[in-house]
């Protein structure tokens, strides 16, 4: 499977959490991974990233609340999302990069809204 999928977006309330993930069969070994949002009417913004070799990336924004992992056995990429805002509300989603033919794919998101 080369489009990765997303799944465990939902509604919760400020302050909450969340855990999203990201899945396709062999991608977490061989491709960069990572995580975008886009709110309604807003341009696309990156979130997070992890490499091949587990090194990871956050936006400033979401800095020291979120945090992206991988469990390569289950080729799947975590972000968990903690202290969410109002603002937070979007469609995530996964992104795939690297030199391999099948990296380079937009998953097709999971959404999230936060209630105040």
């Known amino acids: 499977q080369v489009q990765p999928v997303e799944s465990g977006g939902g509604s919760v309330q400020a302050g909450g959490s969340l855990r999203l993930s990201c899945t396709g069969l062999?991608?977490?070994?061989?491709?960069?991974m990572a995580w975008y949002r886009q709110a309604a009417g807003k341009q696309r913004e990156w979130v997070s990233s992890?490499?091949?070799?587990?090194?990871?990336a956050y936006g400033a924004s979401v800095k020291g609340r979120f945090t992206i992992s991988t469990d390569k056995a289950k080729d799947t990429v975590y972000l968990q999302m903690n202290s969410l805002n109002s603002e937070e509300t979007a469609l995530y989603s996964c992104?795939?990069?690297?030199?391999?033919?099948?990296?380079?794919?937009w998953g097709q998101g999971t959404q999230v809204t936060v209630s105040s």
């Open positions: 992104k795939t990069s690297g030199s391999s033919w099948w990296c380079g794919y």
């Open positions: 992890i490499s091949i070799d587990g090194i990871t």
């Open positions: 062999g991608l977490t070994n061989s491709c960069n």
